[in-house]
């Protein structure tokens, strides 16, 4: 199976501030590559799909980048509802495997 | 708006079973594959199951895989997971989800599965 790592267990940035975070795949996924966000109590949500599509309703503040093993979500100038967790998932080859997220906080 | 809603959680025994339900709103059930993903502290976000719109296409993680079964009736616009065997390590919040090839775009809010004696 695909193994996604996140590089960063945690992230500490501040609201206004520029947030990169990374993962990196074991093999090739193409641009196969989906972020979801966290936030305590909730279910995942869809940020970014096709390694940069945004999903619906999701802020320009937010891009994807990359393809093939290793891709970034940008997060431009940090708003408070950001703070929160963010896995990637491939979808390259089944069985679809999460990263183990990068914990975003303030 | 999209709604997602799992019941069927519980305390169950290890070797005991359980289903899971999940009834969808608000889209055209029929348009979208489905999918039983769960988390736990220990194994992270696990996707354990998906199934196609049509039934054709179903497939399992190895973790789940002749212990689980997915299933879906698009009269009821619901989804199932039908675990037996359940272990331990089967402890987790169990989503739902609705995506086509392998994106998931809906989640409903999770049901909490524990196995313990």
């Known amino acids: 199976e695909i193994v996604l790592t996140q590089s960063s267990a945690t992230l500490s940035l501040s609201p206004g501030e520029r947030a990169t975070l990374s993962c990196r795949a074991s093999?090739?996924?193409?641009?196969?590559l989906a972020w979801y966000q966290q936030k305590p109590g909730q279910a995942p949500r869809l940020i970014i799909f096709d390694a940069s599509s945004r999903a619906t309703g999701i802020p320009a503040r937010f891009s994807g980048s990359g393809s093939g093993t290793d891709f970034t979500l940008t997060i431009s100038s940090l708003e408070s509802e950001d703070f929160a967790v963010y896995y990637c998932?491939?979808?390259?080859?089944?069985?679809?495997?999460f990263g183990q997220g990068t914990k975003l906080e303030i | 708006q999209v709604q997602l809603v799992e019941s069927g959680g519980g305390l169950v025994k290890p070797e005991g079973s359980l289903r899971l339900s999940c009834a969808a709103s608000?889209?055209?059930?029929?348009?979208?594959?489905m999918s039983w993903i769960r988390q736990s502290p220990e194994r992270g976000l696990e996707w354990i199951a998906y199934?196609?719109?049509?039934?054709?296409?179903?497939d399992y993680a190895d973790s789940v895989k002749g212990r689980f079964t997915i299933s879906r009736d698009n009269a009821k616009n619901s989804v199932y997971l039908q675990m037996s065997r359940l272990r331990v390590e089967d402890t987790a919040v169990y989503y739902c989800?609705?995506?086509?090839?392998?994106?998931?775009?809906?989640w409903g809010q999770g049901t909490l599965v524990t196995v313990s004696s």
């Open positions: 199934i196609s719109a049509k039934n054709t296409y179903i």
């Open positions: 989800a609705k995506g086509r090839a392998g994106v998931l775009n809906s």
């Open positions: 093999q090739s996924v193409n641009n196969y």
């Open positions: 608000g889209f055209s059930f029929t348009d979208y594959y």
């Open positions: 998932q491939q979808r390259q080859t089944w069985p679809y495997t």
